[in-house]
């Protein structure tokens, strides 16, 4: 089921007081990257600024997704959702890599790390991250969220990880943690950067959702009748909570007037798809 005006409000609210506080933080983070000289605090700045327009991004598909229909946007704008999930995702598994590539590069050439501005750069961090992913906790979910708190996620792993490796570095001298912990943390963010990748590509190239079956909804109509060919079963969906599908079924056997009807209500019963979002052909 589709979010209510109510709650895509909210999470607008949300995404507007999550977005100020990273893009300020991330800002401060990457200038005293540069200070300090860790390619942590770096790359934490430059995913917080990935985050904020990732932020931004998911704002404008919240705003978008309450646009009435039209007669040339039948079904509204709700796409524009799995959009911005699918370029947040891309930007978890790009903005990564560039940081395992520099994080490679530093292990051949080391540079001057300040760990004690490292690590309360780092502290911050992870305040600023945990109070972003609270706020954002306290939406409603649906994929363009989870998209949104992934990027926070990852990004309160980079601000331990950056924390943990300063104080190797104050006490232990180990320098070379910075650029491996950089790449550790990345390959992370990846990994959940290409599940919400794949998930949105699903939602954009009308694939059948997760959780249904195609097959299990063409056994379904047969037990009605043995009479009932089904013919074609198409699932998508527009958005994450919107799923639609369309059946052609075929009859050898004058069918009862309310067939149609039957066959709605028994998918919609297996399926929780609602009724209206069934469409049933009868040849």
Not at 169 to 184: A, N, T
């Amino acid at each position: 089921m589709s979010l209510t005006n109510e709650q895509n409000n909210k999470n607008k609210k949300l995404f507007i007081w999550a977005a100020s506080l990273t893009i300020f933080f991330a800002m401060l983070e990457i200038v005293y990257g540069f200070i300090t000289g860790s390619l942590m605090i770096i790359g934490d700045g430059i995913h917080m600024s990935s985050d904020a327009i990732a932020l931004i991004l998911s704002l404008i598909a919240t705003i978008m997704a309450t646009k009435a229909t039209t007669n040339k946007r039948t079904f509204g704008y709700k796409r524009f959702e799995p959009i911005a999930a699918f370029i947040n995702g891309l930007t978890l598994v790009l903005l990564p890599i560039y940081i395992i590539y520099e994080a490679i590069n530093r292990l051949f050439t080391p540079v001057e790390i300040i760990p004690k501005q490292m690590m309360v750069v780092g502290i911050i961090g992870l305040a600023i991250n945990a109070l972003v992913g609270y706020i954002l906790s306290k939406g409603n979910s649906n994929l363009n969220m989870r998209s949104a708190i992934l990027h926070v996620f990852a990004d309160m792993i980079t601000s331990l990880s950056a924390v943990i490796v300063a104080l190797a570095i104050m006490f232990f001298d180990l320098v070379w943690l910075d650029p491996i912990g950089s790449i550790v943390t990345s390959i992370i963010i990846i990994r959940g950067g290409i599940a919400i990748t794949k998930e949105s590509f699903n939602i954009l190239m009308e694939g059948t959702p997760n959780g249904y079956s195609v097959e299990g909804i063409k056994n379904s109509i047969k037990g009605i009748n043995q009479d009932l060919t089904v013919e074609d079963v198409k699932i998508w969906c527009l958005s994450e909570e919107e799923v639609y599908t369309l059946i052609k079924v075929n009859s050898s056997a004058n069918m009862v007037k309310n067939t149609q009807k039957v066959i709605k209500e028994l998918v919609s019963n297996t399926t929780k798809i609602p009724s209206e979002h069934i469409y049933v052909d009868i040849n």
